[in-house]
T-cell receptor, first 112, second 113 residues
Framework: DAKTTQPNSMESNEEEPVHLPCNHS???????IHWYRQLPSQGPEYVIH???SNVNNRMASLAIAEDRKSSTLILHRATLRDAAVYYC?????????????FGKGTHLIIQP | DSGVTQTPKHLITATGQRVTLRCSPR?????VYWYQQSLDQGLQFLIQ???????AKGNILERFSAQQFPDLHSELNLSSLELGDSALYFC????????????FGAGTRLSVL
């Protein structure tokens, strides 16, 4: 599986934008970039995914570099509830193994 | 609320014992996944079932087994338990498989004493 690299932790202030980076220099042309997050004492939850174009949904935006070797998850206005571990995961279509491969993720700390 | 239900929430047992964890997927989802989260190994994929059949295997030990029943609920059986099996066990479900979004339950915390 292609590997992702994320900072261990990041800190931001409430109501400010947060940019969470992910490097995936060995990404293949068909790999999708998925983001999940895990709030304290909860199971992981889906955030967003994309292939080549930038994506927006009600939770976040995903900016994908033109060469696809990196991407950034953007939380436009962080709240205390966004404090979580964020995982960047590459997923290949038709691979037959549909389980998610979680790395260590980025522990996002939000200061009030 | 993800719609995925896991029981029990907590389980305390002794080494050498056997336990069963249960998962009810979201209504309409055919795939069920099991994951283990421990402090040293992080979140690891164990096994996937699709419509009653095993579809993919991850880092699942031979002492562990799972099944998915006709009503699509799933059970994860852990036997000959060791101290190192203490972990959070999550179940997730998705509509089918592939690149589908996976919805996770709240987990079962297993403590092996």
């Amino acid at each position: 599986d292609a590997k992702t690299t994320q900072p261990n932790s990041m800190e931001s202030n409430e109501e400010e934008p947060v940019h969470l980076p992910c490097n995936h220099s060995t990404i293949s042309g068909t790999d999708y970039i998925h983001w999940y997050r895990q709030l304290p004492s909860q199971g992981p939850e889906y955030v967003i995914h994309g292939l080549t174009s930038n994506v927006n949904n009600r939770m976040a935006s995903l900016a994908i570099a033109e060469d696809r070797k990196s991407s950034t998850l953007i939380l436009h206005r962080a709240t205390l509830r966004d404090a979580a571990v964020y995982y960047c995961i590459l997923r290949a279509p038709g691979g037959g193994a549909d389980g998610l491969t979680f790395g260590k993720g980025t522990h996002l700390i939000i200061q009030p | 609320d993800s719609g995925v239900t896991q029981t029990p929430k907590h389980l305390i047992t002794a080494t050498g014992q056997r336990v069963t964890l249960r998962c009810s997927p979201r209504s309409g989802d055919l795939s069920v996944y099991w994951y283990q989260q421990s402090l040293d190994q992080g979140l690891q994929f164990l096994i996937q079932y699709y419509n009653g059949e095993e579809r993919a295997k991850g880092n699942i030990l031979e002492r562990f087994s799972a099944q998915q029943f006709p009503d699509l609920h799933s059970e994860l059986n852990l036997s000959s338990l060791e101290l190192g099996d203490s972990a959070l066990y999550f179940c997730a479900s998705s509509v089918a498989g592939g690149l589908d979004i996976q919805y996770f339950g709240a987990g079962t915390r297993l403590s092996v004493l």
